[in-house]
């Protein structure tokens, strides 16, 4: 890195002021609290700020002081060994660990600036803005078109009724208008544009995750959660899945767990590396995490040593 490369540490990111924007400071390095930790200097703005995250499951401590920015508009990946917390991680950026009734979670996440463990978030509002895709297909036992129509009617995003005949149009024209820029954008719209009221069950599987996919940019989120949304995948439905990803960081903030580390490193922009024990031990740009990692551990893991 070059000596006006912006030092970024956890202990900065701790630091940062939510009345400030979410930048890095150029410059400036903090004493490192641990001591793999990685200088990053991301693009942009943070989309999501994580301040020193723990999570318990029971006596378990699945997370353990887990500090990082995901940058806007970009695709973060999230790597690691089995059972280091990288899934947990990800299902803490929309509170969905707050369903499992051992959970404890303590510290801070923080989206465009607001807290999203603060008393009074509504989270239904907060899983709009924050979608997620499982890494099984799941979508709804209906039509392709409803499952696409589903969610922004739940939320009263549609135009219907009385607004949409004073606006001039039909309740169907603006579902359908939905449904097309939804499928659109998951890159499934000509595959599936003949048949959109079969039942999505009989598509692919490789088609009902784009299908999932489009169910999530329905509600027009911000950012967008994925759970290994490939790994049940073949290799070409796979690369359909990689190249849709790059195309969907134009617009949204991707985070990613995978397991697969080519892919980490084809697709995302910066890569977090998560060990045994819940430690995020390295964070930052994709090429130097794999090339040229801090870390030793990192090292060993990414070149097989153990994991
Ligand atoms: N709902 C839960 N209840 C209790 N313990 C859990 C729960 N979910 C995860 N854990 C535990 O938390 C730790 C981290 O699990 P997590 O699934 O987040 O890891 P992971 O890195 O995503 O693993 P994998 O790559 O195998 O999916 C593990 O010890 C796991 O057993």
Not at 52 to 66: P, R, S
Request: charged share 30%; proline share 4%.
């Amino acid at each position: 890195m070059s000596e006006n490369t912006t030092k970024q540490t956890q202990t900065e990111s701790a630091a940062t002021d939510s009345d400030q924007p979410l930048t890095t400071t150029a410059g400036e390095t903090a004493e490192r609290t641990q001591s793999e930790w990685t200088e990053y200097d991301f693009r942009g703005e943070a989309k999501m700020t994580v301040d020193d995250l723990d999570v318990y499951y029971g006596d378990d401590h699945a997370l353990k002081g887990v500090s990082m920015e995901i940058p806007e508009q970009s695709v973060t990946a999230l790597i690691g060994p089995s059972g280091c917390g990288k899934s947990t991680y990800l299902r803490c950026l929309n509170r969905m660990n707050d369903r499992v009734s051992s959970a404890r979670i303590d510290g801070s996440v923080e989206l465009g600036g607001q807290e999203i463990y603060q008393d009074g978030v509504n989270l239904v509002e907060l899983r709009k803005r924050v979608g997620m895709v499982f890494q099984s297909p799941n979508p709804f036992p209906k039509s392709i078109r409803e499952n696409i129509a589903y969610g922004p009617k739940k939320h009263g995003d549609l135009d219907t009724g009385l607004l949409a005949r004073l606006l001039n149009r039909s309740d169907a024209d603006e579902r359908d208008e939905l449904v097309e820029r939804c499928l659109r954008d998951a890159a499934l719209w000509d595959e599936v544009s003949d048949r959109l009221d079969d039942n999505a069950l009989g598509l692919s599987g490789g088609q009902q995750q784009r299908l999932c996919i489009a169910r999530c940019l329905s509600v027009d989120p911000e950012v967008i959660l994925m759970d290994e949304p490939a790994s049940a995948l073949d290799p070409i439905a796979t690369a359909k899945i990689e190249d849709l990803i790059d195309d969907l960081a134009e617009e949204y903030t991707v985070v990613i767990v995978t397991h697969n580390m080519q892919q980490a490193a084809r697709i995302s922009d910066q890569t977090a590396v998560f060990l045994t024990g819940g430690e995020l031990v390295e964070y930052g740009d994709t090429d130097q995490v794999f090339e040229n990692p801090h870390s030793e551990r990192v090292e060993d893991y990414i070149t097989g040593k153990f994991g």
